[in-house]
């Protein structure tokens, strides 16, 4: 059983949890995921560690409110035990001196992005971050990001932040400008992945993205979250979940996520029928 020392809403939709896991801080690296259980008859959950404290012994995880479990996990206070959280998993992130790295967050990318940063800037690089949120309520974390950043980007779609569009249009002009970029790193949505690696694909800029299939175990033995990458069957929980941007099968990628969509839906309405009746 592992104690929720902190729990809170950061934004709309977006939560923040401190858990205790000594285990899981001494050996975190930035892009590993944790794989949690809020009781003993739920799904298994996984989630990419946003932060760690090896000294308090806590590991911190930023996730976004979509279905049963991460609702279930959201209604959960401080003081709570997870059932289970299994972790460190996945390959940590590729963390060299490339020069100018453009890391870029969001949604619940903006707080997974966050450890890359900052082992990126430790190691040497110049590292210009990019957060992007519909506006500017949806973005958070902006001072811890910007200090561990040479350039901090909050980029929405209604311009309450100096960058108004989306994360192609800014990642476009940036090189069509000559502006010097030798590596991005994208994590938030499937969709903002996809474009932002096909925004790379023409000037090959290496564009490393952190996959995010339907997985269950998190250590390889039930292949649930099998990606084609290269042209090769890969696993993201253990081959990953980094991947080349430019080698994904996106198409297959968006297929196999919506899987299970209305059985997703039908357990979502259940389960708000049994906590609101």
């Not at 809170?8 to 259980?37: R, T, W, Y």
């Not at 450890?115 to 590292?127: H, S, T, W």
Request: hydrophobic content about 40%; glycine content about 10%.
């Amino acid at each position: 059983m592992f104690k929720i020392l902190r729990r809170e809403q950061i934004v709309p939709n977006m939560h923040l949890l401190e858990v205790g896991a000594s285990f899981v801080a001494k050996k975190a690296l930035p892009g590993q995921f944790v794989i949690v259980m809020t009781d003993e008859k739920s799904e298994r959950i996984p989630l990419t560690i946003s932060d760690w404290n090896q000294e308090r012994g806590t590991i911190t995880i930023v996730f976004m409110e979509v279905g049963t479990s991460t609702k279930k996990l959201a209604n959960m206070k401080s003081g709570d035990y997870l059932y289970a959280l299994l972790g460190p998993l996945g390959m940590p992130s590729e963390i060299e001196n490339f020069g100018t790295v453009l890391c870029v967050g969001g949604c619940y990318g903006i707080g997974n992005i966050y450890p890359m940063a900052r082992a990126l800037k430790e190691k040497g690089n110049r590292v210009i971050s990019m957060i992007e949120g519909r506006s500017k309520f949806l973005i958070y974390w902006e001072d811890r990001i910007k200090k561990v950043s040479d350039e901090l980007m909050a980029v929405t779609r209604d311009g309450t932040t100096k960058y108004q569009g989306h994360v192609p249009e800014i990642l476009r002009k940036m090189i069509s400008d000559g502006k010097k970029i030798d590596r991005v790193v994208a994590i938030g949505c499937t969709f903002m992945m996809m474009i932002a690696s096909e925004t790379t694909r023409e000037s090959g800029i290496k564009t490393i993205v952190a996959l995010n299939p339907v997985m269950v175990d998190g250590t390889g033995m039930c292949g649930a979250c099998r990606v084609s990458v290269g042209g090769s069957t890969r696993f993201a929980c253990v081959d990953g979940p980094d991947f080349d941007g430019h080698q994904v099968d996106w198409e297959e990628l968006f297929f196999r996520r919506a899987a299970y969509i209305n059985e997703e839906l039908d357990s979502l309405q259940k389960y708000e029928c049994d906590v609101y009746p």
